[in-house]
């Protein structure tokens, strides 16, 4: 019986953890999920989702061996193979995350940014095949950037170029506080939390009636938000034409950094389709300079039915035993 060859892809998010086993031709072919906040303790959390990939491994029609493993996190540093003070983790400082895994196996362990894993997903299996200039935007419990300029992924000086999200959108005095430390930071506005206290905060200076009054904080979520906004509730409604003209400002200012040909969103708001797209791309027009008017395209991830983040990690390890 020969043994196939697959890679892990490991997409850390802020709430969900997303995993699978993908071939050389990027099918998923096995793919589980845990609650990150689950694992207090970074080791923990890597041996969980070592043993749960090796059972996944033993459960595939085929024997497989695990070639290696991509992982695409917040703040992850390629160079490093670290997660470094990540905003929406449970994890503080400094973890070796590569080294973590590789107390389980010797294979490699890469470890980049979610974006950028998403973003050379992207790349290789979606809708950026063959475009040179895109950049791929997460709007999920966070606000993640990955910048493909001239046909490369865009590390910078240290790994962690490409951290939009914690541009200021707002100055100094704005109350809304980041969890990477500052104030003010663009994923307080624009991501999926960012809309919830957009949304809170509108339903607090309204006295309009809104079903969604009666449920905490803690409860509230962005989909009910956006269900509630489907039925026609103005206050939701609102949020995410707030949220969408704050995405319009941020896109605006990205595209002068690069001049991309597209740019795609991802995740939790990007699902919520025109309620977001259209006040997105109106502020963007609004406020680009005039040399990039009607040049950018909005769009939503190519990857619809699995996750650009697994597969994007995945293709790392590829990467990385064909180099070596
Ligand atoms: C982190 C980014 C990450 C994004 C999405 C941000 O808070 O700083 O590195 O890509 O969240 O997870």
New binding site residues.
Partial sequence: MTTLKVAAGIDI??TNCVFGLVDRNGRVLAEDSLSTPGYPNPADFAEAVWKKLISQSGRLKVKAEIAGIGIGA??GNINKGTIEY???LPWKGITPLADLFKSHTDRPVIVT???NAAAVGEMIYGAAKGMKNFVVL?L?????SGFVVDGRLVYGNDGFAG?L??TTIKPGFSEREC??GKKGCA?TYISATGLKRTFVKIMADSLEPCELRKISFDKLDSHMIYEAAVKGDRLAKRAFDYTGRMLGILLADLVAHTSPEAVFLFGGLAAAGSLIFEPAVKSMEENLLHIYRGKVKILPSGIKEKNAAVLGASSLVWAETERT
């Fill in positions: 998010g802020g917040p703040m990540p905003a929406g940014n979610d974006a997460t999920g419990t966070g606000l993640g951290e999200g914690h969890g990477c994923e």
